[in-house]
Nanobody
Framework: QVQLVESGGGLVQAGGSLRLSCAAS????????MGWYRQAPGKQRELVAT???????NVADSVKGRFTISRDNAKNTMYLQMNTLKPEDTAVYYC??????????????WGQGTQVTVSS
């Protein structure tokens, strides 16, 4: 199985920055896609950004130019650098991975979520 541990959330003023991390562990042979999603109160979970093992990125229009997704394949870790934060970025942020395990299964896994709160 895969365990995902997120960190880096918190409270920040509008215009500020935060950096989220997501560390994966388990019987992982390779992590294919990794991504960040968020869910605000009363809203559906939405995609923020994804990155493939080769570094191809897909970023939501709402955060394009402000958020940067990256990953360290050697550490099985993904990052989300969030700059120029806005109150509407307030949400619980979740990481997701699609991993090839040692038993040759491909599994999708979600982190527990980390709260990001942006005050105006």
């Amino acid at each position: 199985q895969v365990q995902l541990v997120e960190s880096g959330g918190g409270l920040v003023q509008a215009g500020g920055s935060l950096r989220l991390s997501c560390a994966a562990s388990g019987t992982i042979v390779r992590i294919n896609a990794m991504g960040w999603y968020r869910q605000a109160p009363g809203k559906q979970r939405e995609l923020v950004a994804t990155i493939t093992s080769g570094g191809f990125r897909n970023v939501a229009d709402s955060v394009k130019g402000r958020f940067t997704i990256s990953r360290d394949n050697a550490k099985n870790t993904m990052y989300l650098q969030m700059n120029t934060l806005k109150p509407e970025d307030t949400a619980v942020y979740y990481c997701k991975t699609d991993s090839l395990l040692a038993d040759l299964r491909i599994v999708s896994s979600w982190g527990q979520g980390t709260q990001v709160t942006v005050s105006s």
